[in-house]
């Protein structure tokens, strides 16, 4: 398993207290996104596509304590933006270790060296660095648009395991990825000491300069069907078996988009992470004025129809592993029995071999494969 027992057990008694409650809303991870700006411009990526004046503004550590503090959530996220580029985010992190909050300060690692080398962290249960790490070298440069951040990526990981730290990969899967390299790559993260990866389809960001790269839902189950099944032994997840068996078409979840919800420089988002509907003023406000039943792809939404990312399906599948016998047995079930052996996805792998994926593939989509072979010749 990638996730420690301690912060397991936080996660379970928590849930379980809010069934007792009669909670059906009940938040599992707080996305807190203290600033916008990043020193990557990834092309898939709809978060940084603000202007210069917003770009310049981030959360104060009081207003990041207050956040999580209202939310109540065991869990925190900090994604961005990049947020080892706040002046404040050691600050940050001791305020919610003191809190006990398990956090996931997400980053592209080019700055984790300098500022592990600067003392700014400690090692602590409480804390992971969460590192954007979107395949091998050749696809993860081309997917954040510079060449040598694998290799400086890698090089920040090295260094956190070393200290002690924990560290896991969030990797993000696009139209054309390569799923014997995607396995090649576990190998890779397992190698390097990683206590746990986490994988997820992109969004397709109204924002995104390309969007030609999306999965769409049939896409994306006949991907991570090839990917996760037949699976290696040596292979940790750091996110719910039953939301990988979701990514591989063995179950039928919807979105729980309040499961995890975003605070930024604006507010609260509606409704989710992924969509920006507006932002209300407190949490409950949140709850309140959202109309729930227009999210999520039994909706009808066009928005949500091929989503299945893990801030809005990961709390659907923690839900359903607590809510009786049969999401606990299957949850069981996944841990027990996490091979997958499937001769069809085997001869669908195999078949993969040799044909033209990441940035090859890209040129082939865009029709400009045969103009880079001329160029060449």
């Given amino acids: 398993m990638g996730v420690p027992i301690s912060q397991m057990w936080t996660v379970a008694t928590y849930v379980l207290r809010q069934k007792l409650a009669g909670r059906r809303q009940y938040p599992l991870v707080l996305m807190l996104e203290p600033l916008f700006r990043c020193n990557l411009a990834c092309a898939g990526c709809g978060k940084i596509q603000y202007p210069a004046h917003v770009l310049k503004r981030q959360l104060t550590p009081e207003e990041c304590f207050a956040a999580v503090d209202e939310c109540g959530a065991p869990m925190v996220s900090i994604p961005g933006g990049e947020p080892l580029l706040h002046p404040q985010i050691a600050e940050i992190v001791r305020g919610l270790v003191a809190r006990r909050k398990y956090i996931y300060l997400c980053t592209n690692a080019l700055l984790l060296k300098e500022k592990l080398e600067e003392g700014l962290f400690k090692p602590s249960k409480y804390l992971t660095f969460s590192v954007h790490m979107d395949g091998q070298e050749e696809n993860h440069d081309f997917a954040v648009c510079r060449e040598g951040t694998y290799r400086k990526a890698v090089e920040g990981i090295r260094l956190a395991v070393q200290m002690g730290f924990r560290v896991t990969t969030n990797t993000t899967l696009f139209k054309g990825a390569d799923p014997n390299s995607v396995r090649a790559f576990f190998d890779e ?17 109204e924002k995104a300069p390309d969007q030609t790269g999306f999965l769409q839902r049939q896409g994306t189950h006949e991907l991570f069907e090839m990917i996760l099944s037949n699976r290696k032994g040596g292979w940790r997840f750091n996110q719910s078996p039953l939301f990988l068996e979701y990514l591989m078409g063995r179950r039928e979840y919807d979105c729980t988009p309040w499961g995890m919800p975003c605070y930024n420089v604006f507010g609260w988002q509606k409704p989710c992470y992924l969509l920006q509907e507006g932002y209300a003023d407190s949490y409950q406000e949140l709850l309140q004025e959202v109309d729930w ?6 909706s009808g939404n066009a928005k ?41 996805a085997a001869r669908r792998l195999d078949a993969e071999r040799g044909k033209p994926h990441g940035p090859l593939a890209h040129l082939v989509q865009l029709g400009l494969a045969k103009d880079l072979e001329k160029t060449a010749a």
């Avoid at 993260?189 to 960001?205: C, Q, T």
């Avoid at 039943?293 to 039994?298: E, L, N, W």
């Fill in 293 to 298: 039943s227009k999210y999520g792809h039994a």
């Fill in 189 to 205: 993260m397992m190698a390097l000491g990683v206590e746990g990866m986490m994988i997820s389809p992109g969004y397709a960001y």
């Fill in 304 to 344: 949500c129809a091929n989503c299945m990312v893990h801030s809005g399906y990961e709390a659907t599948a923690v839900d359903h592993t607590f809510s009786g016998f049969n999401g606990i047995w299957g949850n069981i079930k996944a841990i027990l029995f996490s091979r997958y052996a499937n001769p069809s």
